[in-house]
């Protein structure tokens, strides 16, 4: 089990990450690894050799890559093997940023292959016109796009739908074409990425082979368990809270000075208690004239609420609930997110609606602590008698896509 995290350590927004089964799973996840050091012996590298901070990159730091040629009799080649990650059949896409430079060979391959079935594909842009699309897809590849992103760069993205339980590996090869290879020419290269999906998403660098939290739960100053929820690591992997003193208090600072935000969860609720509270963020001394984040249950009817309020002025509490009664007893998936006026609620990949927050909404909860399981024994809100498997924040609000594959990523688990 590991709660992960902390006010220094942010991951596309996430900032918080609770599982049972102690699973740290970004969204998007860029499946390569040292992706910002290309010349790391995790790239292997054929007949050319890679210059780091060679011009500067498309995010424009001085971080991209030169690749030179150093043997133009054969094959050129930067390579990654084997991907990490679950490989599960797709959509997948693979993508880079690249810049002629000096280069005169006139074809770009962004290929990926199946060490187990000796097959692959290796698709082709042509370097010398703006890195357009040539040739066939080749095998599984179904997509191909190129965007011009500024100052001679493209981005080349590639989709391809792979078997599953393979090893794969990927690789980008310089060929001849119109062109010939020659040795000290150099092609400038940036951020690949291999992630789930059709379609390639906001370049996010790796810069070791994973990526570690530190694990703050039982470390009194960060995190500590109250009264001894109980871990089930069995079918599900979750951590049982009684209903009656259970709580897991997480680190200071969880999202500071912020109006925008993230909840999500995994849970699971027995028994149904009013303002029964499974995940929260605000003061230890809750009640309705202090900022905080939270979501809850309601009773007769049964609903899940995901709720705030504001940060001065008195109170002012807003919340969006489920629009139908919930069963107990089972897993739900269950997001809310405050952002940009709004707050909106998605109950196991359906979205529920949003509340427009007033003008002179704050509600400031920097600082203040994470609280999941557990309602403080203040009197306002309740314990809850459930099973939370995942529970994360991000400091941002995620999109709809990412909701939806966060759900699909862990449903089977739970068996929704």
Not at 166 to 171: A, G, I, R, T
Not at 365 to 372: M, N
Request: proline share 3%; hydrophobic share 35%; glycine share 10%.
């Amino acid at each position: 089990m590991g709660i992960s995290g902390g006010p220094n350590i942010v991951d596309n927004g996430l900032v918080l990450s609770l599982d049972a089964a102690d699973v740290y799973t970004p969204i998007n996840r860029n499946l390569l690894t040292y992706t910002n050091d290309l010349s790391n012996g995790a790239w292997a590298k054929i007949r050319c050799q890679i210059t780091s901070s060679a011009t500067i990159a498309p995010d424009g730091t001085n971080t991209a890559f030169a690749l030179t040629i150093t043997d133009q009799t054969g094959l050129v080649r930067l390579s990654q093997s084997p991907i990490s990650g679950s490989i599960s059949g797709g959509p997948y896409t693979f993508s880079i940023y690249a810049k002629q430079n000096t280069i005169s060979a006139s074809l770009f391959d962004t290929g990926i292959y199946n060490t187990s079935t000796t097959s692959g594909s290796e698709p082709s842009y042509n370097i010398l016109n703006n890195f357009a699309v040539t040739g066939s897809n080749g095998a599984y590849v179904s997509n191909r796009s190129v965007t011009s992103v500024g100052n001679g760069w493209y981005r080349l993205a590639t989709t391809a739908t792979i078997s599953n339980n393979s090893v794969w590996y990927l690789f980008f090869d310089i060929e001849d074409g119109t062109g010939a290879k020659t040795n000290g020419q150099s092609l400038y290269l940036w951020g690949p990425q291999f992630e789930y999906g059709s379609i390639a998403t906001e370049y996010q660098p790796v810069v070791t082979t994973t990526r570690t939290w530190p694990n703050v739960i039982d470390q009194s100053s960060v995190g500590t368990l109250s009264n001894n929820p109980t871990v089930d690591l069995t079918t599900n992997k979750n951590i049982v809270f009684d209903g009656v003193d259970d709580i897991i208090i997480g680190y200071n600072n969880v999202l500071p000075n912020t109006n925008t935000c993230t909840l999500e969860m995994f849970v699971n609720v027995s028994t149904i208690s009013t303002y029964g509270q499974l995940f929260y963020i605000g003061q230890s001394s809750f009640n309705h004239n202090i900022p905080y984040v939270c979501f809850c249950t309601l009773i007769s009817p049964n609903r899940f609420c995901f709720s705030t309020n504001k940060s001065s002025g008195g109170s002012r509490l807003v919340h969006l609930v489920s629009d139908s009664n919930f069963t107990t007893g089972v897993w739900h998936h269950c997001v809310g997110t405050m952002g940009d006026g709004l707050l909106k609620l998605y109950i196991d990949n359906v979205y529920i609606g949003s509340y427009t927050l007033p003008v002179d909404y704050v509600a400031d909860i920097g600082g203040q602590s994470a609280y999941i399981g557990g309602g403080l024994s203040t009197g306002f809100v309740t314990d809850v008698s459930c099973k939370v498997g995942v529970a994360r924040a991000y400091n941002r609000v995620l999109t709809s896509s990412e909701i939806e594959q966060n759900y699909y990523a862990l449903k089977s688990r739970f068996n929704i």
